[in-house]
C-alpha cells in the first residue's frame, strides 16, 4: 500500500531537479514541465464540462497543470499527487503565489496503489507522468477503483510508437535520464479496457509537438537558452539542447508519439 505522505518537510533531489525545473518552465511556462501550458490542457479536457468536479491528478508536478485545471477549466478541486520532494516543495509556492491553496491540495506518494478509497474522484487527470509508470495495467485498474461511475480519466502522455524501440529511441530515452517506462497506444488501450473502462480513446499529438519541439530547440539555442546559463550553466543547457536535438528525429520517424488519453468508467 502506498503511503500517504503528507506535508513535506524534506528535500530530496530526485529527478527533476531545481535546474531541471527552472529550464521546462522557461520553455513551456510557469509550473509546467511538460509542453503547451493552459492551452493544452484545455485540448486535453476537450469537451468535458468539468466545473465543480473532484480531480486527481496524477504527477503534478511543479503545479501548472493543477492551477491550469481550477483557472481555465473550472475544476472545483483538484488533490495533486507526486512522488518527489522538489516538485512538491516548488509546487507548493506557486500555488500560494496565485491564492489557491484552498482548491489544490497535494500529497507525497510512493508508486504503487493510490492512497484513496474507491469513487472518490469525478475525474483523474495526468498530463507526460504515466511515463513514469512501469505498470500500466496496475495504474488504471487503480485509476478506476477511485473513479466514481460516469467518471472520466483525462490524460495525455509520451507513448513509443512500436516495439521494440530502435536503437535511436533508445538513445534519446536515455538521454532524458528520467528513467522513461514508455508503452505503446495499444499497450495503453488494453490496460484501460481490462481495468473496465468505456469509450477508451487515444489521439495522436505528435504531428502538433513536431511543430513545437522545432520552435523549442530554436528557443533554447537563443536568447531564452543564454538567459538560462546564467542561472543553471552552459553544461545544463547544452545538455537539453542535445536532449531536444536527439527528440527531434524520433518524432519526426513516428517513434516518440505524444498521444492524448480518455475513457470513462460506467
Ligand atoms: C514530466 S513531469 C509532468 C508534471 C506536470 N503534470 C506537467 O505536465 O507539468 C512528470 C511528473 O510525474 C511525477 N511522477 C513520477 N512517477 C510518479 C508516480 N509513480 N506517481 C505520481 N507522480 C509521479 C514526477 O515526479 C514529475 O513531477
Given at each position: 500500500m502506498a503511503d500517504r505522505g503528507g506535508d513535506v518537510t524534506e528535500d530530496a533531489p530526485g529527478h527533476y531537479t531545481a535546474e531541471l525545473i527552472d529550464v521546462c518552465e522557461a520553455i513551456w511556462?510557469?509550473?509546467?514541465?511538460?509542453?503547451?501550458g493552459t492551452a493544452e490542457v484545455g485540448r486535453i479536457v476537450g469537451?468535458?464540462?468539468?466545473?465543480g468536479a473532484a480531480v486527481l491528478e496524477i504527477?503534478?508536478?511543479?503545479g501548472g497543470t493543477a492551477m491550469a485545471l481550477i483557472e481555465?477549466?473550472?475544476?472545483?478541486y483538484v488533490t495533486g499527487i507526486d512522488v518527489e520532494d522538489g516538485v512538491l516543495t516548488h509546487a507548493r509556492q506557486r500555488i500560494e503565489a496565485r491564492g489557491l491553496t484552498d482548491r489544490i491540495g497535494l500529497v507525497k506518494v510512493v508508486p504503487g496503489p493510490l492512497p484513496f478509497p474507491p469513487d472518490t474522484f469525478d475525474v483523474v487527470f495526468s498530463k507526460e507522468?504515466?511515463?513514469?509508470?512501469?505498470?500500466k495495467q496496475a495504474l488504471m485498474a487503480e485509476v478506476f477503483r477511485v473513479l466514481r461511475p460516469g467518471g472520466r480519466f483525462l490524460a495525455s502522455d509520451w507513448l513509443l510508437g512500436?516495439?521494440?524501440?530502435?536503437a535511436a529511441m533508445e538513445a534519446y530515452i536515455a538521454a532524458e535520464g528520467l528513467d522513461f517506462e514508455m508503452a505503446t497506444a495499444d499497450d495503453y488501450r488494453a490496460a484501460m479496457e481490462a481495468a473496465g473502462f468505456d469509450h477508451v480513446v487515444t489521439r495522436s499529438r505528435t504531428e502538433w509537438y513536431r511543430r513545437e519541439a522545432r520552435d523549442e530547440l530554436a528557443r533554447l539555442k537563443g536568447p531564452l537558452g543564454r538567459k538560462a546559463e546564467d542561472r543553471v550553466g552552459k553544461q545544463f543547457v547544452d545538455r537539453n539542447i542535445a536532449i531536444w536535438e536527439r527528440m527531434i528525429p524520433v518524432l519526426d520517424a513516428g517513434e516518440h508519439c505524444p498521444t492524448h488519453l480518455s475513457a470513462v468508467k460506467p
Amino acid at each position: 500500500m502506498a503511503d500517504r505522505g503528507g506535508d513535506v518537510t524534506e528535500d530530496a533531489p530526485g529527478h527533476y531537479t531545481a535546474e531541471l525545473i527552472d529550464v521546462c518552465e522557461a520553455i513551456w511556462g510557469e509550473g509546467f514541465l511538460s509542453p503547451g501550458g493552459t492551452a493544452e490542457v484545455g485540448r486535453i479536457v476537450g469537451s468535458e464540462d468539468i466545473r465543480g468536479a473532484a480531480v486527481l491528478e496524477i504527477g503534478s508536478g511543479a503545479g501548472g497543470t493543477a492551477m491550469a485545471l481550477i483557472e481555465g477549466q473550472g475544476a472545483g478541486y483538484v488533490t495533486g499527487i507526486d512522488v518527489e520532494d522538489g516538485v512538491l516543495t516548488h509546487a507548493r509556492q506557486r500555488i500560494e503565489a496565485r491564492g489557491l491553496t484552498d482548491r489544490i491540495g497535494l500529497v507525497k506518494v510512493v508508486p504503487g496503489p493510490l492512497p484513496f478509497p474507491p469513487d472518490t474522484f469525478d475525474v483523474v487527470f495526468s498530463k507526460e507522468a504515466i511515463l513514469h509508470i512501469a505498470d500500466k495495467q496496475a495504474l488504471m485498474a487503480e485509476v478506476f477503483r477511485v473513479l466514481r461511475p460516469g467518471g472520466r480519466f483525462l490524460a495525455s502522455d509520451w507513448l513509443l510508437g512500436s516495439r521494440p524501440p530502435s536503437a535511436a529511441m533508445e538513445a534519446y530515452i536515455a538521454a532524458e535520464g528520467l528513467d522513461f517506462e514508455m508503452a505503446t497506444a495499444d499497450d495503453y488501450r488494453a490496460a484501460m479496457e481490462a481495468a473496465g473502462f468505456d469509450h477508451v480513446v487515444t489521439r495522436s499529438r505528435t504531428e502538433w509537438y513536431r511543430r513545437e519541439a522545432r520552435d523549442e530547440l530554436a528557443r533554447l539555442k537563443g536568447p531564452l537558452g543564454r538567459k538560462a546559463e546564467d542561472r543553471v550553466g552552459k553544461q545544463f543547457v547544452d545538455r537539453n539542447i542535445a536532449i531536444w536535438e536527439r527528440m527531434i528525429p524520433v518524432l519526426d520517424a513516428g517513434e516518440h508519439c505524444p498521444t492524448h488519453l480518455s475513457a470513462v468508467k460506467p
